[in-house]
């Protein structure tokens, strides 16, 4: 693919160019061109941004309604054929960890379904701090698959999986089975919580969207340039903090159609808020508390 960060989009017939074939790409976006055009000609402030953003916009993982209930069947398929477990052993437990909503408890109604189309039957529980009260009332529940659509730096998902050994072990439970199963998930998540657990994957992993795919120098330049793209960007969000880079510098590229975008996303794709303190149009939605 031609690089795009290197390109003067005075031109406006190899610009229409390179955004058809983005919408190709990315079909989402047909729904969001004023929103688009914003970012590319009001927040970025020269050529090479622009350039930057649109590549980053062309390897967005993208997951459709339709590419959705896909990775649910790959899933419970994952769960019920390829570990070997047996469903009366096993409780399925979205990795929320109280009664907000969530985007694990979501997955977790989903699987719910899918699971009983097959007539797999495992015991489903809707919080990460259940798990240890579960397993007493039925002591064979000793498979512990947590669940999440995604898993992005992993903090969380480590801070609950330790929680759930202490309770086990408090307890004098030391033969329980821990595994993390997430639809989408960053390597950095992934190989944070990997050592916590017996098995843990992602059915789609996704690199870091710019320190993992340029050489050395070139991402230094275009880490500085997002960079820069931030400071119009307000600091605070209520008593959300800018997450420079995604939460955890994760700079995640993941889109799930009609879903909540996870704060490890790029902010510039979805910050709400200019350092102005007026409203920005943003490509992507997220929703919080």
Known sequence: MKDFTQMNFQTSKEFFQILFR???????????????????FEDCQNESQKGLLIKLLNDFEYVSHEKYKELIRDLVKVISSEMGLNAEETQIVALASDEKADSSQYLLYDLKIAFDAIQWKPTFVNRFGAAYKTCTRNPSLQNIILVDEFIGSGMSAEGR??????????????????HAKFLIGCETGINRITPLT??????????????????????????????????????????????SLGYGGVQALYFRKDGNT????FPIFWWPLYKSGN???TLLRRAKD
């Open 161 to 178: 999986i330790n929680e759930i050994k202490r309770q086990f072990l408090t307890n004098g439970i030391s033969d329980v089975h821990i």
């Open 279 to 281: 409203l920005r149009r």
């Open 262 to 265: 996870p704060n490890n996303v």
């Open 198 to 243: 017996d098995s843990t994957s992602a059915l789609i992993t996704l690199r870091k969207g710019i320190s993992d795919r340029f050489t050395p120098d070139e991402a230094a330049q275009y880490l500085n340039e997002m960079q820069l793209l931030e400071t119009l960007l307000a600091s605070k969000w209520g008593d959300d903090v800018l997450p």
């Open 22 to 40: 983005l919408s190709q790409k990315q079909p989402w976006l047909s729904e969001k061109e004023e929103e688009l055009l914003h970012l590319l």
